[in-house]
């Protein structure tokens, strides 16, 4: 019996990245959050160095890499591990479409996520055929609720949840007796302070419990390793355990050079420190022009993201950044239908020239 799965919403989008590359100067894309930046060479000298790998690799994480992960946590989050508490997984797209099979939800089970979201949460109470439920309100959470998805810094619209909204999330899912999973891949491009954003495990939040709290992190933005399929989960040292178990099962291991590479890279903070300044700068331009041709930029505290509006329908919009050979997503992908999202992940050069492109469409919709 096949899957009752939606369709896949990026096929709808392929008739205006063709208008988009009809333009003249070619086509920008600034759909896709997919790093354009070179990996640093400290990173691919570790990985070029594991490559010799002939024995299957460790499910639960080289011992290394586990302890890397718990450092990373003390140092750049204020929270305190232990290798029980840790998890590598292959990027963290896998790990959210899975976790609802990997805790053993079902039909009859609800998987809740935000009003606003990656589609990858409700695609993962599909697969299992458990009941998704886009809410922000705890309140409003039913009794069937096994699993609850928060994403802070958000995709698509770089919200940020607060201490005390974490809080209130947290001590809604203890009620229900769910999991709580932030989905926190985006928490070193925070535009608005000098530190990472809060995590769920912050222990101001959790109050001294981590029972049935996860939080799933990536290095795909923060080190340019959407290639290596790099992420890692934290948390629940009881739910990692049935985490890992099934894993083991369905073979689900992060291959040993990427691990090595993963080492390198959470233990090494001047690559992110450079790369968040080019994504800043990249984001001021594109921000300013958007501003500058009629949009609102709304929430877009961190991540790598621009949630924009006009006050028109989102396709329409998309429509007219195709005109202008710009190819940008809707906001009805993830919920919204007046909002697009304007990644910040193209080169310095297509950046500006987007810029002078919506000057120049700007210019021209003035005139008619």
Not at 40 to 66: F, K, M
Not at 335 to 346: E, F, I, K, S
Request: glycine share 8%.
């Amino acid at each position: 019996m096949p899957l009752n799965l939606p369709d896949f919403p990026w096929d709808a989008l392929v008739p205006y990245a063709e208008r988009a590359r009809a333009h003249p100067r070619g086509m920008i894309d600034l759909s896709v959050g997919s790093p354009v930046d070179a990996t640093s060479a400290v990173i691919r000298e570790a990985l070029a160095a594991a490559g010799d790998a002939h024995g299957y690799p460790h499910t639960a994480g080289t011992p290394e890499l586990r302890d890397a992960i718990v450092e990373w946590f003390a140092r750049r989050r204020g929270v305190e591990l232990g290798i029980a508490n840790v998890l590598p997984t292959i990027g963290s797209k896998e790990f959210v479409a899975g976790l609802p099979l990997f805790l053993g939800l079902g039909p009859g089970d609800t998987v809740v996520h935000p009003s606003v979201a990656y589609p990858t949460y409700a695609l993962g109470a599909a697969v299992v055929g458990a009941a998704a439920l886009a809410e922000d309100d705890p309140a409003l959470w039913p009794e069937t609720t096994r699993l609850v998805w928060l994403n802070s810094p958000g995709n698509p619209d770089g919200r940020v949840l607060s201490v005390d909204e974490l809080r209130a999330a947290v001590a809604r899912a203890r009620e229900l007796d769910a999991v709580i999973a932030s989905d926190e891949c985006y928490t070193e491009l925070n535009w608005v302070g000098d530190r990472p954003t809060s995590s769920i495990l912050d222990p101001e939040v959790i109050d001294g419990s981590r029972h049935n709290i996860l939080a799933v992190c990536s290095l795909s933005k923060q080190s340019n390793l959407a290639g290596y399929r790099a992420g890692f989960v934290a948390g629940c040292s009881q739910v990692l355990g049935q985490v890992l178990g099934v894993r083991k099962h369905l073979g689900l291991m992060t291959p040993t050079p990427v691990q090595a590479a993963m080492v390198t890279a959470l233990g090494d903070e001047a690559h992110v420190d450079a790369q968040r300044e080019v994504y800043r700068a990249r984001r001021g331009v594109l921000r300013a022009a958007l501003e500058a041709s009629g949009f609102r930029i709304d929430h877009s505290e961190a991540g790598l993201y621009l949630w924009a509006t006009s006050g028109s329908s989102a396709w329409e919009t998309v429509a007219r950044f195709a005109e202008a050979g710009i190819l940008v997503v809707p906001g009805t992908f993830y919920g919204d239908d007046t909002h697009v999202r304007v990644a910040l992940t193209a080169s310095d050069e297509d950046v500006a020239d987007a810029a002078r492109r919506l000057e120049e469409l700007s210019s021209r919709f003035a005139e008619v």
